[in-house]
């Protein structure tokens, strides 16, 4: 079982790493901004199931094997920062990302949560943070598995949390942040190059020894 000790010491951690800015919040924010509430809430819904898949992937030792297989993650690396590529050149080249008109949205709900669990579960590192991060938090003379799906588990409900508030607060300005054609166009800029930028990173990013 955790302690309260151990709870007071993931709860801080977990939110500073939460609220860093990254692929997964970012594309929240854009989903939420363009396509309304529904979509953003979906895309944090997505990423915290990436979190889960991840906090699984960690259990059997699918990350173990990612940290220990160069092919293994070279093969994730390239498909996520291809995917993340994709996603913010997707973003810059389209004129509608921010169109508020419900019919040209860009973004469904079910799309939405589909490309956000693409985002996380396609992200090595992500896989690398959860193995590394979660057994600093595990006692080892309690069950190892049930204490790290547990604490992965928090993490995700804490991460849906703040995006979807994130995503709610987002959607309620984005009459006024779009509103004005400059900002529009800077914010599709901006998010579509953050994407983009995270995409290179990624395809750059070596594996850790």
Same mark, same amino acid.
């Given at each position: 079982?955790?302690?309260?000790?151990?709870?007071?010491?993931?709860?801080?951690?977990?939110?500073?790493?939460?609220? *860093? +800015?990254?692929?997964?919040?970012?594309?929240?924010?854009?989903?939420?901004?363009?396509?309304?509430?529904?979509?953003?809430?979906?895309?944090?819904?997505?990423?915290?199931?990436?979190?889960?898949?991840?906090?699984?992937?960690?259990?059997?030792?699918? *990350?173990?094997?990612?940290?220990?297989?160069?092919?293994?993650?070279?093969?994730?690396?390239?498909?996520?920062?291809?995917?993340?590529?994709?996603?913010?050149?997707?973003?810059?080249? *389209?004129?509608?990302?921010?169109?508020?008109? +419900?019919?040209?949205?860009?973004y469904t709900p079910s799309q939405s949560f589909r490309s956000a669990l693409l985002i996380n579960v396609l992200n090595p590192k992500v896989a690398l943070f959860f193995l590394a991060f979660l057994p600093q938090f595990v006692r080892t003379d309690g069950n190892v598995p049930v204490q790290i799906l547990t604490l992965g588990f928090m993490f995700a409900t804490l991460g849906f949390v703040y995006q979807a508030l994130l995503a709610i607060?987002?959607?309620?300005?984005?009459?006024?942040?779009?509103?004005?054609e400059f900002v529009k166009t800077t914010l599709r800029a901006v998010s579509g190059s953050v994407l983009l930028g995270f995409g290179v990173k990624l395809a750059l990013e070596r594996r850790p020894t």
């Open positions: 079982m955790l302690t309260v000790s151990v709870l007071l010491a993931f709860i801080p951690a977990a939110f500073v790493l939460i609220i *860093s +800015p990254g692929p997964d919040s970012i594309f929240t924010l854009t989903r939420a901004i363009s396509d309304g509430p529904s979509a953003g809430v979906m895309a944090a819904l997505g990423t915290s199931s990436g979190s889960i898949v991840h906090t699984v992937g960690a259990v059997v030792g699918l *990350s173990a094997l990612l940290q220990q297989s160069a092919l293994a993650f070279a093969l994730v690396k390239f498909v996520g920062a291809g995917y993340l590529m994709y996603t913010g050149v997707q973003t810059l080249r *389209s004129d509608e990302q921010f169109d508020l008109t +419900p019919e040209r949205a860009g607060f987002s959607a309620n300005a984005r009459r006024v942040i779009t509103k004005n």
